[in-house]
């Protein structure tokens, strides 16, 4: 069993910057892929970015220069720096563990708003 627990979600002004956090506890298996996706209203939930065990990363091309994913494999923690937000960018923003079996976090509320 895996539990996911994302932080740093909330309201900013279009332009700004949120900086997602995803925590990851329990058997945690040397060979993974952690990924952040999002979901707006009616519509399906979307991948934005990946990262594996070896650090290697892929980023949607909807936000390809504004996002940025990183790891911290000590703490067994993902990030997600999200600069140049906009309005479209509003979403619930979740954690996606993969390794063999597949965990989600609950999600992270994001709204970019002025």
């Known amino acids: 069993q895996v539990q996911l627990v994302e932080s740093g979600g909330g309201l900013v002004q279009p332009g700004g910057s949120l900086r997602l956090s995803c925590a990851a506890s329990?058997?945690?298996?040397?060979?993974?892929?952690m990924g952040w996706y999002r979901q707006a209203p009616g519509k399906q939930r979307d991948m934005v970015a990946f990262?594996?065990?070896?650090?290697?990363?892929n980023v949607a091309d909807s936000v390809k220069g504004r996002f940025t994913i990183s790891r911290d494999s000590r703490r067994n923690t993902m990030y997600l720096q999200m600069n140049s937000l906009k309005p479209e960018d509003t979403a619930v923003y979740y954690c996606?563990?993969?390794?063999?079996?597949?965990?989600w976090g609950q999600g992270t509320q994001v709204t970019v708003s002025s």
């Open positions: 996606k563990y993969s390794a063999g079996d597949v965990y």
């Open positions: 329990g058997s945690i298996a040397r060979l993974y892929v």
């Open positions: 990262i594996n065990n070896y650090g290697s990363t």
